[in-house]
């Protein structure tokens, strides 16, 4: 199994309802890998949790409505160590804890670092001691397993940096990218079973342009054949369908750019049947259009367009932004209160 160490910029999310953030690629993750996460960056997820959670406290003691129905007594009564224990136990992503466990040489390594400004440390600034011991404790664990290759998940360049002559970790940037640095349908089998299904013998390795994880969690392979695109829909290695590209972009675009309540709904029909295919920035694009195109917003209460737009917010909200998501629902509520 493949095994991805996690940086905290990929796990927080500025919510108390969960512990971890970016919940639709997690999931897409453990299907296919082992999740690792330092402990420091467990530790600071912990600390801006209780940060938020004291905030939140704050503001619930200066709110004057609050005050008519619950005694103050009652808010000063809320504990952050209660809260954040039910929250762990909540969780329901399965994860491997590592801890920097070498001598003083690890210290001694992040004093020379921050000496000679190395990455993580930056040049022009003080600071970087967490990076720095996050970067010993991945050292730490993966020189116990000299013959595995891991995945380091981070959008952080500096920390990313500080890899960059080590052969045994692999820097990534999102789900696509690591599914896409892996072999998993390269192999002489499966293309066989490509070539047979699409009738097309030309296929090779070289003709996967793409794979991603489609509303159902299947993977969705994206080929270049020729002058033509095809995607197709795969679960535990069983080809399930498979479409050529064209038969429905022109649906996505008819929907962004719909003019008229009827343009709508026919676009929402022709788009039905191909929702398993269609990648995350397809997908962002359609809930965006939900919410920015006037046409749609007088309609999104109408029952096929609530269903249509709700289903792919359901299945893939993490494609938004926090703000963005807060865009759809502000425009769920109006609607609903229209």
């Excluded at 409505?65 to 209660?82: A, H, P, T, V, W």
């Excluded at 993966?142 to 080590?166: C, G, Q, R």
């Excluded at 289903?311 to 629902?329: A, H, M, P, R, S």
Aim: hydrophobic share 35%.
């Amino acid at each position: 199994m493949y095994k991805v160490i996690f940086d905290t910029n990929i796990l927080y999310v500025n919510s108390l309802t969960e512990f971890f953030g970016n919940r639709s690629e997690l999931e897409s993750f453990i299907k296919d890998a082992e999740i690792i996460i330092p402990d420091l960056v467990i530790e600071e997820i912990k600390e801006q949790k209780r940060n938020l959670f004291l905030k939140q406290k704050a503001d619930l003691e200066k709110n004057e409505i609050y005050q008519k129905f619950i005694k103050k007594s009652e808010i000063e009564r809320l504990n952050f160590e209660d809260f954040l224990s039910s929250t762990e136990a909540d969780e329901k992503i399965n994860y491997k804890t590592i801890k920097l466990e070498g001598d003083v040489r690890a210290i001694n390594k992040i004093r020379e670092m921050s000496l000679k400004k190395i990455p993580p440390f930056k040049k022009d600034k003080d600071e970087g001691f967490k990076d720095a011991y996050i970067h010993c404790t991945i050292l730490d664990f993966i020189e116990k397993h000299p013959n595995e290759i891991f995945y380091f998940y981070t959008k952080d360049k500096v920390l990313a940096d500080s890899f960059s002559d080590n052969q045994q970790i692999k820097i990534i940037e999102s789900y696509e990218e690591f599914i896409n640095a892996n072999p998993k349908y390269s192999d002489e089998y499966f293309l066989r079973k490509l070539r047979e299904h699409l009738l097309e013998e030309s296929i090779v390795k070289e003709s996967i342009l793409k794979i991603w994880k489609n509303i159902e969690g299947n993977d969705v392979l994206s080929l270049s054949i020729g002058v033509d695109s095809y995607v197709v829909e795969i679960s535990d290695r069983e080809i399930i369908g498979s479409e050529n590209v064209k038969s429905y972009q022109e649906g996505i675009s008819n929907f962004i750019n719909s003019a008229n309540f009827r343009s709508t709904h026919e676009a929402i029909i022709g788009l039905i049947p191909y929702l398993n295919f269609l990648t995350d920035n397809e997908i962002r694009s359609l809930l965006e259009a939900s919410y920015c195109n006037n046409q749609i917003k007088w309609i999104a209460g109408d029952d096929d367009v609530k269903e249509f737009i709700l289903n792919l917010y359901e299945k893939k909200k993490d494609v938004l932004t926090d703000k963005e998501q807060k865009d759809f629902f502000k425009q769920l509520m109006n609607n609903q209160a229209e």
